[in-house]
Every structure is written in structure tokens, then in C-alpha cells.
């Protein structure tokens, strides 16, 4: 059992504005991410609107509700303008990094699809598609869950020409 024999409480008055902005990188490095999410569009070109988003999440905040979600009371702050995360939220976490390994790969995966959709890549199909491999490497391992996977988007499709072979060496059946 460790025994602290003091701890100090931190106030957001008694920190620089700088040291408040390393405060905020470290708080998103355990209860942040950096999310790209789909919509379905029918009247967009390629059927799909992509959503970038950077969030922090917290429960029980006992202050300034942004959004909850109803199923477990989760509070989280979060911004999807694309404007917003080009101009304020990428610029900010190019300064004042986050440290640990999976969340610096994970901004970079989110900085490389934010790059394509401000080249305007997202409104066509292999645009589209990029944006959803690099999807499909952020946020990796237990508990991601997603509502549409790119096999939802670009379904494999056999071509006709697969379709009419016959099939190949130990799976031919030959009957007498």
C-alpha cells in the first residue's frame, strides 16, 4: 500500500497559459481521441459524408454539459467542422503534442484523412477510399466499434469473369 503523504491540487488560475495548454494535451492524451466517422448521404456523389471529429471525453463533469449520451451519462466535448480542424484543433496538437505512442500515430492517421478532405478527396470514390483505409488503422484494438466498415461502402465484387471458372485442383469433383 502506498501512503501519499500530500497532494497537491492544481487550479487552472495557477497555471501560465502555456503550462494550462500542456495541461489540455495530457488531459486529451488519456480521455481524447481523434475520430473519422461516416454518415450516409443520398444526395451526395459518392453516397457517404465523412466526419472528422476530435473529442474529450468525461463522465460525471458536474459542469458545463457540451453533449451527453443517454446511455451511460458520458460528457464530451467535440468538434467536426472541418474548418475547425484544419485551422484550430490540428495547429493545437501539432504544438503541444500528446505523448504516449497509439495517440500520436492516431493524429497522424487523422491529420493525413484531414489533409484529403481539405483537398476536397472525400467527395470522390478513391478519395473516399483512402480516407477509409486510414480509418480503418486509428483508434485500433478492444472496444472500437464502428457502424459502417469500408466492405459497407465498397463491397468486394466478384468480377463475372471469377464467377465462370471452374474450380481449381482438389476442389474439382469428378464423378464416374
Not at 14 to 20: I, N, P, W
Not at 100 to 115: L, M, P, V
Not at 127 to 146: F, P, V, Y
Amino acid at each position: 500500500m502506498v501512503i501519499m503523504s500530500s497532494v497537491r491540487t492544481i487550479s487552472r488560475k495557477d497555471l501560465k497559459k502555456e503550462e494550462l495548454r500542456f495541461f489540455l494535451a495530457g488531459f486529451v492524451e488519456g480521455e481524447g481521441s481523434f475520430n473519422i466517422s461516416l454518415r450516409r448521404k443520398t444526395d451526395y456523389k459518392v453516397s457517404w459524408q465523412v466526419v472528422m471529429s476530435f473529442n474529450v471525453s468525461q463522465k460525471e463533469l458536474g459542469c458545463g454539459i457540451i453533449k451527453v449520451r443517454k446511455i451511460d451519462n458520458l460528457h464530451s466535448y467535440d468538434a467536426t467542422s472541418p474548418k475547425d480542424i484544419v485551422q484550430k484543433v490540428i495547429p493545437y496538437f501539432r504544438k503541444y503534442q500528446v505523448q504516449s505512442n497509439s495517440k500520436r500515430r492516431n493524429f497522424d492517421i487523422f491529420c493525413q484523412a484531414a489533409e484529403l478532405m481539405e483537398k476536397g478527396q472525400h467527395r470522390n470514390e478513391i478519395g473516399l477510399r483512402q480516407i477509409l483505409e486510414l480509418r480503418e488503422k486509428i483508434n485500433e484494438g478492444k472496444g472500437r466499434t464502428r457502424k459502417y466498415g469500408i466492405l459497407d461502402i465498397f463491397p468486394i465484387q466478384e468480377s463475372s469473369e471469377t464467377t465462370r471458372q471452374p474450380p481449381k485442383g482438389d476442389d474439382i469433383v469428378r464423378t464416374l
